[in-house]
């Protein structure tokens, strides 16, 4: 896999995480917390970085779960309230 290929997973599964955590007028369900509470200590990117990246695919619907998210089941599992 290229570094590509690395970011646009990465993209995809801060996309899929930020759409089964984020709600709408909810501050403690907001963008700024997930990237404070899940986002910034999983893959270490900055809140505009995180910002940029959902912005980048927003157009893409996601049911499932990207494939790089395989190697965190935990994290899936708690999103999924199996935790």
């Given amino acids: 896999m290229t570094k590509k290929d690395d970011v646009y997973q990465r993209k995809l599964s801060v ?5 089964k ?11 700024k917390w997930i990237w404070r509470a899940i986002i910034h200590p999983t893959f270490f990117v900055c809140y505009r970085t995180y910002l940029n990246d959902l912005k980048d695919v927003e157009h893409i619907s996601l049911t499932e779960p990207p494939k790089s998210i395989d190697t965190m089941r935990y994290l899936i599992d708690m999103l999924d309230g199996k935790r």
């Fill in 15 to 19: 996309k899929y995480i930020t759409d």
């Fill in 21 to 31: 955590i984020y709600e709408k007028g909810r501050q403690d369900r907001c963008r």
